[in-house]
Antibody
C-alpha cells in the first residue's frame, strides 16, 4: 500500500533554514508528481508546491517562491522541501502528497495519498 | 489565483441525515475539482475527484456533482465516522487552491 512518511520538522528561528524529507513506498515513485501542502495550527489546507515526476518542472505558491525549493531523488524514493528564510507565518504541519495521475499535467493532478505530516514551528 | 468558496463553514447534523456542502470557484474550472475529508489529527483523504468520481474505497453514500463554477458534495446518510472537516480543491490551474473547509458536527 502507498506510504508517505515525512520527517525533518522542528522549531526554528525566523530567517533560518530547514529541510523536510518525505520517504515514499508502495508505488512507482518516479512516475508520479508530488505535492507539498501545509496547514497552520487550527487553520485550513494550503497548497505549497508541486514537482513533476522527473524533477524537471516545479511550481510554487507565490508566498514561498524564492525561499522554498522542492526536489526529489527517484533512486531513493524521497521528496524534499528545502525552506530558507523562514517566517513565523510558515508555521504549519507540512504534508507531502502523491499526485493522482502519472506523468505531468497542469489539470487534474490533484493529490490522492498523503503522509501524516511534520510540524514546522518558526519562533524566536 | 482562483478563489474557492465553501458553504456552509459549519454544519450540525444527525446520524442518518442527508447533507450537502457546496463549493464555488471564482473562475470556470471545468470538472477539475476534488473533495477531501479530514478527521482531527489525521491527514486529508481524497473522497471525490473530477467533480463526481468516487475515489477507490470510498463508501457510495458520498457523491459529487457540478462543473464550471458550482459544485456539491452530498452524503446521503451520515454515519458516525463521517463527522469531520471537508475541503474542496481546484486542480484546474496552479496554484491549486482549497476552500476554507466545512466542519460537520454531530447534532
Amino acid at each position: 500500500q502507498v506510504q508517505l512518511v515525512e520527517s525533518g520538522g522542528g522549531v526554528v528561528q525566523p530567517g533560518k533554514s530547514l529541510r523536510l524529507s518525505c520517504a515514499a513506498s508502495g508505488f512507482t515513485f518516479g512516475r508520479y508528481g508530488m505535492h507539498w501542502v501545509r496547514q497552520a495550527p487550527g487553520k485550513g489546507l494550503e497548497w505549497v508546491a508541486v514537482l513533476s515526476y522527473d524533477g524537471s518542472a516545479k511550481i510554487y505558491l507565490d508566498s514561498v517562491k524564492g525561499r522554498f525549493t522542492v526536489s526529489r531523488d527517484n533512486s531513493r524514493n524521497t521528496l524534499y522541501l528545502h525552506m530558507n528564510g523562514l517566517r513565523t507565518e510558515d508555521t504549519a504541519v507540512y504534508y507531502c502528497a502523491k499526485s493522482r495521475r502519472t506523468g505531468w499535467l497542469m489539470q487534474g493532478f490533484d493529490p490522492d495519498y498523503w503522509g501524516q505530516g511534520t510540524l514546522v514551528t518558526v519562533s524566536s | 489565483a482562483i478563489q474557492m468558496t465553501q458553504s456552509p463553514l459549519s454544519l450540525s447534523a444527525s446520524v442518518g441525515d442527508r447533507v450537502i456542502i457546496t463549493c464555488r470557484a471564482s473562475l470556470d474550472i471545468r470538472s477539475d475539482l476534488g473533495w477531501y475529508q479530514q478527521r482531527p489529527g489525521v491527514a486529508p483523504q481524497l473522497m471525490i475527484h473530477t467533480a463526481s468520481r468516487l475515489q477507490s474505497g470510498v463508501p457510495s453514500r458520498f457523491s459529487g456533482s457540478g462543473s464550471g463554477t458550482n459544485f456539491t458534495l452530498t452524503i446521503s446518510s451520515l454515519q458516525p465516522e463521517d463527522f469531520a472537516t471537508y475541503y474542496c480543491l481546484q486542480a484546474f490551474t496552479y496554484p491549486y487552491t482549497f476552500g476554507q473547509g466545512t466542519k460537520l458536527e454531530i447534532k
